[in-house]
């Protein structure tokens, strides 16, 4: 008789054995790639491969083994074949190289234990594997450190169990860093591929960390100090308390220890609903009194930068509701008021009226000091008025913008507590201080009351020029307490601002109607200032220069007024100028002059009083102009000559067997040279005598050049300097006289051992 065996639905028939997969090739591939698996037990029909938990296809089999295509969205690890018979896993795992990294260049590979320092070793321009398991739910951060040969020779990148890039870091500082990357919802291998894109192999520490918020535990909300610790990198954590809607709570954070320093933990406070309340802060710092906006659990929270760990105290307290420092009057009477409670602001009150100009004045801020409490004006409707202002301070007069109360609130800095005191001015209008003459005469205004500013006027015509000097600054003003400026009758400045006694050289005026001068002193401070304003005549021109040192005396009588000189000049024309006798209101540094291109641009850079302009070349043909600007008010003289200076001359060869060599220079502002043959190792001494009157003690500089042009050795008139020679070739004992000097200078050289 024959027996008939059945099997029962979605059992493994009795014959059926476990498959066992003994190994693959290739051991490292990309998506794309076949793998064959030597399996123990195959399946003559149905066998399930997945690689890392993702299905792959069967692309062909025997009896022996099977062979799938990687996937995509597979990530590399262990490999599974299910067949009736059961389930094999293989032991070793496959590398899935991800885009970007080609099989080839894979030296290495393996396996990463989470929560340790690994070192690793890469090839230059090669990359190594590491994989890594996780849950559904883990979340890692990354480190790597102690970096060979260098800081920007790696690429280091972190992937999913789907082979999606999760973070990267490259070319970081002394660490690398991925940041925490959130929980993937798939179990599974991880991959990192580290790269060496350097010439040269090298090592790098790398480390995985699991990382998990970590309760700190309550946060008393009496002031009572509390210290936490977060050691994992990449770890945040927060602390608790229950807090009521409307309560008002300020957290401080002080001792950050050294892996957090000034900046590198950001906290702040978080409703049950995830959202932050209030501002962000970074390190030791202060939250300043926040509103809760309802009742419940709340959470401060803390993110360490980066790899960062460390320690942190937390101070927390109720913060009572801002202090009413009581009225403030506008009278100037000074009020001292304190703020006792740490975190507590506060604030005075007065009636305002719309339009109202009103300033303020904050003295003797006690432990506040220069910076450590902001104030300002706040209207009925909340907004500022005005701008913050900080410690010993003063608000300018401001125009209040309706009727109703007004409160000057005072913000201390973190948890301080102290006194201040607080004056207020209902400033009157500026004051109109007359009509100021354009004839040159002193006009002495004063302002008496606090905050007030005031203004002189004039009428003005389009293109007419205005020069004003202020003088005889009251000592309450002294040399920087007050501002002036000039402004146009549409209201906008014309010139630059000045302080205290000072001049606005001569402006042209852009149109016709009357202009103020304003007076803005600082603060409260009151006092008197002397104005003296002249319309200032068209610049003078003195004529024209003759190029061959012939001399001109150019004056100047007006107030305000300019001058120039002018002259025919040719484009590659060389030509230096002169000034001497500038009369005694000019002096060694009050008129300043310059020479100018037909286009208006300035040659050169600007010379003082008597001075010289050396050899300059013109750019262009055309007329040119020698500019006097004298400073402030003053007026007088200045004579002026200039010269075509002819090019360098050569003045011949100088041996450097010891004979000498007078050389002349006759014309302003030329130079000579003189060559002399070098070999290579020579020591040549030079020697400089007979310097003529012109050229006395110090008016003649003179150097030696090598063939490139590089100056290896230098003198002034007479003297002598010594130099081995690291070339051979043409050198040239360049002659350059100061400024307008001319005369003789004999020369010698010599080889010496």
């Known amino acids: 008789m024959t027996a008939v065996v059945f099997a029962m639905a979605g059992a493994a028939p009795a014959w059926a054995a476990a498959p066992v997969v003994t190994s693959f090739t290739p051991t490292t591939a990309a998506v794309g790639d076949p793998v064959t698996l030597q399996v123990t037990n195959p399946d003559t029909d149905t066998n399930t491969v997945l690689i890392n938990g993702v299905a792959a296809t069967v692309m062909g089999k025997t009896s022996t083994s099977l062979t799938v295509v990687v996937p995509a969205g597979a990530g590399g690890g262990k490999i599974t074949v299910t067949t009736p018979g059961g389930t094999a896993t293989s032991s070793a795992d496959l590398f899935v190289v991800p885009s970007g990294t080609a099989v080839a260049d894979v030296s290495g590979t393996g396996r990463l234990t989470v929560g340790t320092r690994t070192t690793l070793s890469v090839p230059a321009g090669k990359a190594v594997m590491r994989l890594f398991d996780g849950t559904d739910t883990d979340r890692f951060s990354v480190t790597a450190e102690n970096a060979s040969p260098s800081l920007c020779a790696y690429d280091l990148r972190l992937y999913d169990t789907k082979l999606s890039n999760s973070g990267t870091a490259s070319c970081w500082g002394s660490t690398g860093w991925i940041e925490t990357v959130a929980a993937t919802g798939v179990a599974g291998a991880r991959t990192l591929v580290l790269k060496n894109t350097s010439t040269t192999a090298g090592t790098v520490d790398v480390g995985v960390w699991s990382v998990t918020d970590a309760n700190l535990g309550a946060l008393p909300l009496d002031n009572t100090a509390k210290t936490v610790a977060l050691s994992t990198p990449g770890q945040n954590g927060y602390l608790t308390f229950a807090g009521t809607a409307g309560q008002r709570v300020s957290v401080q954070a002080s001792n950050g220890g050294t892996g957090f320093g000034c900046c590198e933990i950001s906290w702040g406070i978080y409703g049950s609903d995830g959202n932050l309340v209030g501002s962000k802060k970074y390190g030791n710092n202060l939250l300043d009194p926040t509103t809760l906006p309802k009742d419940g659990t709340y959470q401060l929270r803390l993110d360490p930068n980066d790899f960062r760990t460390g320690s942190i105290t937390l101070n927390a307290w109720i913060v009572a509701a801002d202090a009413n420092l009581g009225v403030l009057p506008l009278d100037g009477t000074a009020k001292t008021v304190a703020i006792s409670t740490p975190g507590q602001n506060g604030y005075l009150t007065f009636a305002g009226t719309a339009g109202q100009?009103?300033?303020?004045?904050?003295?003797?801020?006690?432990?506040?000091?220069?910076?450590?409490?902001?104030?300002?004006?706040?209207?009925?409707?909340?907004?500022?008025?005005?701008?913050?202002?900080?410690?010993?301070?003063?608000?300018?007069?401001?125009?209040?913008?309706?009727?109703?109360?007004?409160?000057?609130?005072?913000?201390?800095?973190?948890?301080?507590?102290?006194?201040?005191?607080?004056?207020?001015?209902?400033?009157?209008?500026?004051?109109?201080?007359?009509?100021?003459?354009?004839?040159?005469?002193?006009?002495?205004?004063?302002?008496?009351?606090?905050?007030?500013?005031?203004?002189?006027?004039?009428?003005?015509?389009?293109?007419?020029?205005?020069?004003?000097?202020?003088?005889?600054?009251?000592?309450?003003?002294?040399?920087?307490?007050?501002?002036?400026?000039?402004?146009?009758?549409?209201?906008?400045?014309?010139?630059?601002?000045?302080?205290?006694?000072?001049?606005?050289?001569?402006?042209?005026?852009?149109?016709?109607?009357?202009?103020?001068?304003?007076?803005?002193?600082?603060?409260?401070?009151?006092?008197?200032?002397?104005?003296?304003?002249?319309?200032?005549?068209?610049?003078?021109?003195?004529?024209?220069?003759?190029?061959?040192?012939?001399?001109?005396?150019?004056?100047?009588?007006?107030?305000?007024?300019?001058?120039?000189?002018?002259?025919?000049?040719?484009?590659?024309?060389?030509?230096?100028?002169?000034?001497?006798?500038?009369?005694?209101?000019?002096?060694?540094?009050?008129?300043?002059?310059?020479?100018?291109?037909?286009?208006?641009?300035?040659?050169?850079?600007?010379?003082?009083?008597?001075?010289?302009?050396?050899?300059?070349?013109?750019?262009?043909?055309?007329?040119y102009q020698v500019r006097f600007d004298p400073a402030d008010i003053r007026t007088g003289s200045v004579t002026v000559g200039a010269w075509t200076v002819p090019a360098d001359t050569n003045l011949g060869a100088l041996t450097t067997d010891g004979v000498t060599k007078t050389v002349t220079l006759s014309s302003v502002g030329q130079n000579g040279y003189l060559t002399m043959a070098g070999t290579s190792g020579q020591t040549i001494a030079i020697t400089a005598t007979n310097a003529s009157t012109g050229f006395g003690c110090c008016y003649v500089y003179w150097s030696l050049k090598r063939p490139d042009g590089i100056t290896i050795a230098t003198g002034v008139s007479n003297g002598s300097s010594s130099v081995k020679l690291a070339t051979t070739g043409t050198f040239q004992l360049y002659v350059d006289p100061i400024e307008y000097h001319t005369g003789s200078i004999t020369f010698a050289a010599a080889i010496t051992p």
């Not at 009251?474 to 000045?498: E, H």
Request: charged share 10%; hydrophobic share 35%.
């Open 357 to 623: 100009r009103v300033a303020l004045q904050v003295t003797d801020p006690n432990s506040f000091t220069c910076c450590y409490i902001t104030w300002g004006l706040y209207a009925a409707d909340g907004s500022q008025v005005g701008a913050s202002k900080v410690g010993n301070d003063y608000l300018d007069a401001v125009t209040l913008p309706s009727t109703g109360t007004y409160q000057v609130r005072l913000d201390p800095a973190d948890t301080r507590t102290g006194s201040v005191t607080v004056a207020a001015y209902a400033a009157s209008t500026d004051v109109n201080l007359g009509v100021l003459a354009l004839d040159g005469t002193n006009q002495t205004v004063s302002i008496s009351n606090p905050g007030q500013n005031g203004y002189l006027t004039f009428a003005g015509t389009a293109g007419q020029r205005v020069a004003i000097q202020t003088t005889n600054a009251s000592a309450a003003f002294g040399c920087c307490y007050v501002l002036w400026g000039l402004y146009a009758p549409d209201g906008t400045k014309v010139g630059s601002t000045k302080v205290g006694n000072d001049y606005l050289d001569a402006t042209t005026l852009p149109s016709t109607g009357t202009y103020q001068v304003r007076l803005d002193p600082a603060d409260t401070r009151t006092g008197s200032i002397t104005f003296a304003a002249f319309s200032a005549v068209a610049d003078t021109n003195a004529g024209a220069l003759v190029l061959d040192g012939t001399t001109k005396n150019v004056t100047i009588s007006n107030a305000g007024q300019n001058g120039y000189a002018t002259f025919a000049g040719t484009a590659g024309q060389r030509v230096a100028i002169q000034t001497t006798n500038a009369s005694a209101a000019f002096g060694c540094c009050y008129l300043y002059w310059g020479l100018y291109a037909p286009d208006g641009s300035q040659l050169g850079w600007t010379r003082v009083g008597n001075d010289y302009l050396d050899a300059t070349t013109l750019p262009s043909t055309g007329t």
